[in-house]
């Protein structure tokens, strides 16, 4: 157990709906990464916030956002889906932003768009 | 951008044979290394890292080094069990605008047999 928890585990929605993904950093922990996993792209870098600041933005779409709220945990906001938008989104968050410091993996959110 | 090409996949092995897996990269400034390990229906683990040049990461039997000139980090393993079977990843985190961000490679499937 990393100590990252992400809910919900499963979701399935379809075209054109919008979701909401959640994250719960590690205690002590004030970085959020989101990724993306998917058979076709593989595990893609999303975006990274810092104690609620936006740090750095990877291949995300604009009908994607994502926050981090002062309590530190983060959600990923996902709309207008495709089915193209059907992947693994891992949330991951490390003590510090970036540099040698290990980022702890949660188990993951599997989205189905029907 | 930063890249990976990781070891095509996926690799058969037997138990106690000895294991390379091959990584090379390109990112910016001197970035830390990783590999991340992800068992089946898990997220991913770190396994080791190394953060800077001739550095060597290690964990369970596992090793890699970061060679500098090459931009290599290979992981190798003497004698691989059946437990190591699972996806493995390697990951430069990006320095300069890319700071934070794991670039990962496509994985290679290890597969243990008894």
């Known amino acids: 157990d990393s100590g990252v928890t992400q809910t919900p585990k499963h979701l399935i929605t379809a075209t054109g709906q919008r979701v909401t993904l959640r994250c719960s950093p590690r205690?002590?922990?004030?970085?959020v990464y989101w990724y993306q996993q998917s058979l076709d792209q593989g595990l893609q870098f999303l975006i990274q916030y810092y104690n609620g600041e936006e740090r750095a933005k990877g291949n995300i779409l604009e009908r994607f956002s994502a926050q981090q709220f002062p309590d530190l945990h983060s959600e990923l906001n996902l709309s207008s889906l495709e089915l193209g938008d059907s992947a693994l989104y891992f949330c991951?968050?490390?003590?510090?932003?970036?540099?040698?410091?290990?980022?702890?993996f949660g188990p993951g959110t599997r989205l189905t768009v029907t | 951008g930063d890249s990976v090409t990781q070891m095509e996949g996926p690799v058969t092995l037997s138990e106690e044979a000895f294991l390379t897996i091959n990584c090379t990269y390109t990112?910016?400034?001197?970035?830390?290394l990783f590999w991340y390990v992800q068992y089946p229906g898990e997220g991913l683990q770190l396994l080791l890292k190394?953060?800077?040049?001739?550095d060597k990461g290690s964990n369970k039997g596992f090793e890699a080094t970061y060679r500098k000139e090459t931009t290599s980090f290979h992981l190798e393993k003497g004698s691989v069990q059946v437990s190591d079977s699972a996806v493995y990843f390697c990951?430069?985190?990006?320095?300069?605008?890319?700071?934070?961000?794991?670039?990962f490679g496509q994985g290679t499937i290890l597969t243990v047999h008894p």
């Open positions: 990112a910016t400034g001197y970035p830390s």
């Open positions: 205690s002590g922990d004030l970085s």
């Open positions: 990951a430069p985190e990006g320095g300069g605008t890319s700071y934070g961000k794991l670039t």
């Open positions: 190394a953060t800077k040049a001739d």
């Open positions: 991951a968050s490390s003590v510090q932003a970036g540099g040698p410091y290990e980022q702890y």
